[in-house]
């Protein structure tokens, strides 16, 4: 169980375009949803917790304008990334957890965005 | 906010082998994890440890924790080629909302068949 999917996997795309990714939780209501930027052999940095039916939090530094996070449904959340530019390139991943699973965050297998 | 540091960076070791990896933290926990990822995919949950707890077992798995040291490791026993992948520990700080996690830089084992 606990089986969480992105959509899409990877995506190239050219510099200005926005570029949604999906995030759904399969066998389980996710109440959070955690979207994290993960740069090659580097950690994991989050980006914004998101919380079904409410707005999402984003850290420090993150720019809520560019990097859109929708928490519509307890099985998906979408982020989008505006007007993305070469520097938004990178592996985005997402997590799901809910008040059950409590401390326990289950991992999608990432999209890789790369814009030209 | 904090950030674990695992040491060391990169590990390469024989199969058979056991593998040890340490993370160490700088605030206030309530619990740690150690999560897995293999290249260019998800992560997958291993272990997690409580505040309160200090050694915890999960097949193969020894994790540990010290908390007056702010300080965690992660054993692996009888290493084997699948086992071959970046291990992260991640730290949900007291006082965090939501069950944040704040992961560290990574160790990257490899085991040689």
């Known amino acids: 169980g606990a089986v969480v999917s992105q959509h899409p996997s990877w995506v190239i795309c050219k510099s200005g375009t926005s570029v949604k990714i999906e995030c759904r939780s399969l066998?389980?209501?996710?109440?959070?949803m955690f979207w994290y930027r993960q740069f090659p052999k580097q950690s994991l940095m989050l980006m914004a917790t998101?919380?079904?039916?409410?707005?999402?939090?984003?850290e420090q530094g993150v720019e809520k304008d560019k990097f859109l996070i929708n928490h519509a449904s307890l099985t998906l959340s979408t982020l989008t990334v505006t007007s993305a530019h070469p520097e938004d390139s990178s592996f985005y991943i997402c997590s799901a957890t809910s008040r059950e699973m409590r401390e326990t965050q289950y991992f999608g297998p990432g999209t890789r965005l790369l814009v030209l | 906010s904090q950030q674990g540091e695992e040491d060391p960076q990169a590990l390469s070791i024989q199969e058979g082998e056991n593998a040890t990896m340490n993370c160490s933290y700088k605030?206030?926990?309530?619990?740690l994890q150690w999560y897995r990822q293999n290249s260019g995919r998800g992560l997958v949950h291993l272990i997690l440890i409580r505040s309160n707890e200090r050694e915890k077992h999960s097949g193969r798995l020894r994790v540990t924790l010290d908390t007056s040291k702010k300080s965690s490791s992660l054993l692996i026993t009888a290493s084997r080629a699948a086992d071959t992948a970046s291990y992260f520990c991640?730290?949900?700080?007291?006082?965090?909302?939501?069950?944040?996690?704040?992961f560290g830089k990574g160790t990257k084992l490899s085991v040689i068949p």
């Open positions: 998101s919380n079904e039916g409410s707005k999402a939090t984003y």
């Open positions: 991640a730290t949900e700080d007291s006082g965090a909302g939501s069950y944040q996690l704040t």
């Open positions: 605030t206030s926990i309530n619990n």
């Open positions: 066998d389980f209501q996710a109440t959070t």
